[in-house]
Every structure is written in C-alpha cells, then in structure tokens.
C-alpha cells in the first residue's frame, strides 16, 4: 500500500525530512511601472534565472535544499543578484511584486520570449501558446514550490518492498492526487491578487478595447482573491482526468491529451499539481527514471515579503504532504478530479465564506468552515510526532489568515492596492528595489 506507515520507527524519526526548491516568475517593469521591453539581460546559460513565457518575465529557479529555510534563502541571494544587474541598466528596471501584470497597452506588451539556434523551438512553443490563450494570461506570475520526500523516509517506508522505487512512484502518484484533492486549501491560504488593471481583462469591460496610449486604468476587483488560480487565470480550456495508478499510467494519460491535440506538450497542461522525474522533465522520464518530486503551482506572488514567499506557505505544504501520505490509496474517480479543479477555482475567490466546495460526500460548505476543520485535523495529526517548531508556527500562520480580519494576502492586497493599483504595486516595487 503506498503510504507512510506511522506504525514504524524508522519511518517516524526520518518523518519530517524532505527537500525543497523554488521557481518564481516575475515581470520586469519601467520606472514608470510599464512593461519593459528590453532583451533579457542575463546570461543566456544561467541555470538560475531564466525567462517563462515572455522576453520580460524573469524565472528564479533555486538548486535542491534540505530546508524550507535554505530554498528561501538562495531565492533571495538571486533576487538580489537580479535587482543589482536591473538597477544597472541604463534605464533602470524593477521586478514587479504582483502576479497580475501592470498596465498592459496591448499584446505587445507582452513579448514572446526569443530564443534562437538549437533552442529556438522555445520561441515556437510560445507563439502556440500566445494563439490558444492570448498573451495576457501568459504574464501571471506566480511561485513553483518542488518538494520531496528524503532519500531516508523512502527507504524506511519501502523496508519490506520488493521493489522500493516502484513503491516510492507509487507514494508520489497517490500524494499527488490527494495533493489536487486539497488544492482548494492552498489557494485559498496563499490567494494574492485580488486588484489588477483593468486592461487585463480590457475586452470583458464596457466600450471593447482602450487606446493604446491610454494611461494605467482604473483598479479592478472581480471578486477573486487570486485572478491567476480563477477561471480567469492559468486552466485549460478542458478539465483533466489523470491515472494515479502508478507512474507509467499518470504519464500516460497526460500523453493522451497530446495525442488528441487538445495540447502541444505536457508543460501546457495548467494544473494545480505536476509530477516530475529525475533528469529531464519529460514523460518518458517518469516511467524510466522514476518520480522525484511534486510540484505546487498555486501559489501567488506574495508582494508584502522581500522574496515574494513567505517560507512559512512552504513549510505549511510540506506538513500538508506529509499528512496526506499517511492515509491509504482511495479511488479518484472522473468525478471526483472534476469536482476537485472546480473546488480549486472556488476558493480563488475572494469572500470565504461566501465561495463553496463540495466534499466527497457531494454536499457544499464554505471555504473557511472547511478550511478550519482541515486545520484541526492536521494539527491533531501533528500534535503527537513531535512536528518541528517551524511546521507547527506554519500552521499556526495559517490559522490567522482564516481568522483574523485583515491577515490573508489577498485582503492586504486589496485594502493596499484597491485605490490605485499601479502606483501602489510601483510603489512596493521600486521601495525594494535598493540592493
């Protein structure tokens, strides 16, 4: 059975050990808080500061640690580096803290990522993807969180396996649909971009399209906490069922909505939770190679933190990982998987208390209500292992956001930004900018 048995010692005292790593997306802006249009201005060959969709998205992706601390730690070493190197620029730039984009004056604004010689077929990729979804969904931002379980917990967990790398697959498959399962929690805890401008979504509002030399537009609410993790934000236009059998049977069903054309690759399938081999992120790598980690991918751009992610989000995941690979494999039906994209939608909104989920039992309840329950439970889980300080002030963190006024994110941002959202965005942004 893939679990984590709790009946063994071995398991229990290598519980809490896992590695982690980060990928965060940001834009870069003008000091006037316009898109910039500047050619990425980092080595091509760094390994730790890329580009995503656009030529002016800059990526961070952090190397493998031990601790949630030491990923946030080298994230903010980079950022660092990142800020000096724009500050230099004849023109100074600053990374926008926000995963909605500032004012966009049109699709221009957001230009595709250039990539020549042997990598070229990046830039294709990202042309199919500006046709299928239009460039502006392509400038979200948001936090990658990548985390595994220690080689030590594994082996323990395997002890009386004949075969532990199928064992530890079959682990990662499991957690990973519970893990979508939960999703809601995430979002709804991690929700940070209730206010953009309103040229983001400029065809949904009254008069059709503005001038492109219009000025920042009004703030906009839409009644999201996060417009990214919305139905506005970063899904397909169809919902995926996957085949958490095991690791072969999940790759493929991901190549199954290849095959039918519904996508061009498996890194177009926007979900909340991704499973990744070891080596190359391909499919055939996971069934080869063997699952290394899971990676969350709902988590905002946090703009009151100087790293944009507060390491006690990430730490509250890992608690939330090890709970769910505790209990034993259910069945995740067509029905259930739907259910559970839609629960992640629902609590991108903004009012808790309004927005509902549906539990397994096919009966609704608010998302705070069914937050606190999840809350308690995990605690209760924790209590007796002996959970590390730093998961238990995680979950303490969480707590608040869901009951004290003013805490989460997403009602920070909106009595911060609601007035004027660009000029408060800029204005967090160049304050931190000094290095």
């Known amino acids: 059975m893939p679990q984590l048995d709790l009946k063994s010692k071995a398991v229990r005292d290598a519980l809490w050990s896992a590695n982690f790593g980060l990928e965060r997306e940001t834009l870069r802006v003008t000091a006037q808080g316009r898109m910039a249009h500047t050619r990425h201005p980092f080595p091509a060959d760094d390994p730790c500061i890329v580009r995503d969709f656009c030529e002016n998205q800059v990526e961070i992706n952090t190397g493998v640690h031990d601790s949630v601390a030491g990923a946030v730690a080298e994230l903010s070493a980079i950022d660092a580096r990142v800020r000096l190197t724009l500050s230099a620029l004849p023109e100074p730039e600053y990374l926008w803290p926000c995963s909605n984009p500032p004012f966009l004056s049109g699709e221009e604004d957001v230009p595709i990522a250039s990539f020549i010689g042997r990598r070229a077929p990046k830039t294709l990729y990202r042309e199919h993807l500006a046709s299928s979804y239009g460039r502006r969904k392509m400038a979200f931002c948001g936090i990658h969180a990548n985390i595994s379980f220690a080689p030590g917990l594994i082996a323990a967990a395997a002890a009386d396996e ?122 055939d790598a996971i069934e080869r190679n063997g699952i290394d980690r899971i990676e969350m991918r709902m988590i905002d751009l946090n703009p009151f933190s100087p790293t944009l992610v507060d390491a006690r989000d990430i730490a509250f995941m890992h608690l939330l990982l090890v709970r769910l690979s505790t209990l034993p494999r259910t069945p995740h039906s067509a029905k259930a998987q739907i259910a559970a994209a839609r629960n992640a939608k629902a609590a991108a909104r903004f009012d808790l208390d309004m927005a509902k989920i549906l539990g397994p039992d096919g009966r609704s309840a608010p998302v705070r209500d069914a937050a606190l329950r999840a809350l308690d439970e995990i605690a209760a889980f924790a209590a007796p292992l002996g959970a590390p300080p730093h998961l238990r002030e995680a979950l303490d963190f969480q707590r608040d956001k869901l009951e004290r006024a003013g805490i989460r994110y997403a009602e920070r941002a909106r009595a911060a930004f609601s007035g004027n959202f660009a000029g408060g965005v800029l204005k967090l942004a160049r304050g931190s900018a000094n290095v």
Not at 162 to 168: I, N
Not at 218 to 232: A, D, H, P, Q, T
Not at 255 to 270: F, K, N, Q, T
Request: aromatic share 10%; glycine share 8%; hydrophobic share 45%.
């Open 162 to 283: 004949p075969d532990p790398r199928r064992f530890g697959d079959a682990l990662y498959c499991e957690l990973a649909a519970k893990v979508a399962e939960h999703a809601w929690l995430l979002v709804a805890l991690t929700a940070a971009s209730p206010v953009a401008d309103a040229s983001l979504v400029e065809d949904l509002q009254p008069g059709g399209r503005h001038s492109k030399m219009n000025a920042p537009q009004s703030s906009l609410f839409l009644g999201m906490g996060s417009v990214r993790c919305s139905e506005l934000g970063y899904w397909n236009d169809f919902v995926p069922v996957f085949d958490y059998a095991d690791a072969a049977s999940w790759a493929k069903s991901v190549g199954r909505y290849v095959d039918a054309g519904l996508i061009a690759a498996p890194s177009e399938l926007y979900y909340p939770v991704r499973l990744k081999p070891r080596g190359a992120n391909r499919l």
